[in-house]
Each structure stands twice: as C-alpha cells, then as structure tokens.
C-alpha cells in the first residue's frame, strides 16, 4: 500500500516542478488548450445526442409503460456518456500527447537534466518517434475499449455495476493513462510498449496511485489543461526512478527487476 502513497507523491513532485519553473508550465499548455477545444465539441455533442441514440438502440421498449421505458433508457444514457467521458479520459492524454510531443519531450528532457546526469536519447528522428507514438496509443486504445465495453456490460449488474464497475474502470483508466504519460521518457530509453507495460505492472500499485489521481482531477473541467504539464515532470520522475533506480534503492529479494533495454526500437519493433 505503500506504493499507491508514493505514487501520488510523484504526482505532486511533478507539480512542483512546473510551479517552480513557470515558463516551461506555460510552454507544456499549449498542446491541452488545442485537444481540449476538439474534445469539448465532441462531449458537447455525445451529450445532446446519447439520449437519440439510445432511443435508436432500444425500439423494443417503445411500447413499454412508465416508468420502465424512462428508467431503462435514463440508465443507458447515462452508462453511454459515462463511457464516452471513460474514453475521453484516456484518448485525451493520448492525443494530447501526440498533438505536444515535441513540447513534452523537451519539458521531459529539461526535467532529467535538471535532476542531473545524462539525458538519455532514443537516436530516432522526430518523424519515427511521432510513429511509435501513434502506434503505441493506438495499441493502448484498442485495449481500453476492450476493458471498456467488458465495464459497460458489467454496468448492468444490481449493486456492482453501481459500486465496484466504476472503481475498476477508475483503476484501469490509471494504469494506462499513467502508460501513457512515462511513455514520453521510457521511450526515450528504447523501451518499446510490450517492455513499458511489463515495467508497470511489476509495480502495479505505484502505477494506480500516480494515474488514477490524475484521471479523477482529469475529470473536472480544463483541469486536465493544467495538470498537464506538471503530469508530463512527474511521470518522468516516476519513469527515472523506475528505470533508472539508485544503487540504494534497487529491488530486494522477491521484487521485480527494472526492464532495461539497450538499443532503440528499429523499423521492425514489435510492442
């Protein structure tokens, strides 16, 4: 338990660190004010149209007698804009990041450099890095729609699908958005997604405790825009300390051992 505390510490560490320097902050804003206007559209949209499309999706309860064809269709709208803000959670950082990686990646280098020692390089030109990005979230996507649609079926079951669904959906959101964020400085070690997913869930709980803060802080609105930048400094720290740990601070006995790869990803990685 002592990992999900550490895992918001990094949280904070990361804030602190754009707090102290401003105009790396102002600089990693940028690609989040342009995301969230596109996403704002999109959610502004899902929200007049879920209750259409559930009517579409449910003709056989035209005929049904009130209050069952109000409570059944109510709860699917509902369930319908859930899913799509679960969805926006994660394919906005994706995106995001995507949209500001050359922002993010300098704002990510500048906080290694700042912490000392050598800022490791991937030796890949922009285009390929911003490739393997897209690739990488696509792959990270298609797996959170999978979790996503396995949720929304799961919403259907009394109790639990009020109760213990959203907590899972809040803890599967983490995971991959906290993927998503040390990306930026895992890949600059070489480190292809199959090696940043082993990494991660060999410390599962630090993982959870640095995401899902963030994704239930993402869910306020232009929140995510400002965390952003400071998401971006704490994931590298998190992502120095996991890859990189210090000789006093190595894994004992029974732990799992850092994921280290030596050589950058070539034309045919596979993650």
């Known amino acids: 338990m002592s990992?999900?505390?550490a895992g918001f510490g990094y949280v904070m560490k990361g804030q602190r660190w754009v707090a102290q320097h401003g105009r790396w902050f102002g600089f990693g804003l940028?690609?989040?004010?342009v995301t969230l206007v596109v996403?704002?559209?999109?959610?502004?949209?899902?929200?007049?149209?879920a209750d259409d499309l559930v009517g579409w999706a449910t003709p056989f309860a035209d005929d049904w007698s009130s209050p069952w064809q109000g409570?059944?269709?109510?709860g699917l709208t509902a369930l319908v804009f859930v899913?799509?803000?679960?969805?926006?959670?994660?394919?906005?950082?994706?995106?995001?990041l995507l949209v500001g990686q050359p922002f993010y990646e300098?704002?990510?280098e500048e906080v290694e450099r700042g912490e000392g020692g050598e800022v490791p390089e991937s030796g890949l030109p922009l285009w390929r890095e911003l490739w393997i990005s897209a690739r990488d979230s696509v792959r990270i996507l298609l797996r959170v729609a999978l979790y996503g649609i396995i949720l929304f079926a799961c919403g259907f079951i009394p109790v639990a699908g009020q109760t213990v669904v959203p907590v899972i959906g809040f803890c599967v959101s983490g995971f991959f958005l906290a993927e998503e964020l040390t990306a930026v400085a895992l890949q600059r070690r070489g480190m292809v997604?199959?090696?940043?997913?082993?990494?991660?869930?060999?410390?599962?709980?630090l993982a959870l405790g640095f995401g899902v803060p963030l994704v239930l802080s993402f869910l306020v609105p232009l929140v995510a825009v400002f965390l952003m930048p400071g998401a971006v400094a704490g994931a590298t720290l998190l992502a120095r300390d996991l890859a990189d740990p210090a000789p006093d601070a190595r894994p004992g006995p029974g732990a799992p051992d850092p994921v280290r790869v030596t050589q950058p990803p070539g034309p045919g990685d596979r993650a």
């Open 71 to 74: 409570l059944l269709r109510t």
């Open 106 to 108: 300098s704002l990510s």
């Open 30 to 33: 940028l690609p989040g004010l």
């Open 193 to 205: 997604l199959t090696d940043r997913l082993v990494l991660l869930r060999g410390r599962r709980m």
């Open 83 to 96: 899913l799509g803000l679960f969805l926006a959670v994660i394919t906005f950082t994706a995106v995001t």
């Open 39 to 49: 996403y704002a559209g999109a959610l502004i949209g899902l929200g007049y149209g």
């Open 3 to 5: 990992d999900l505390g």
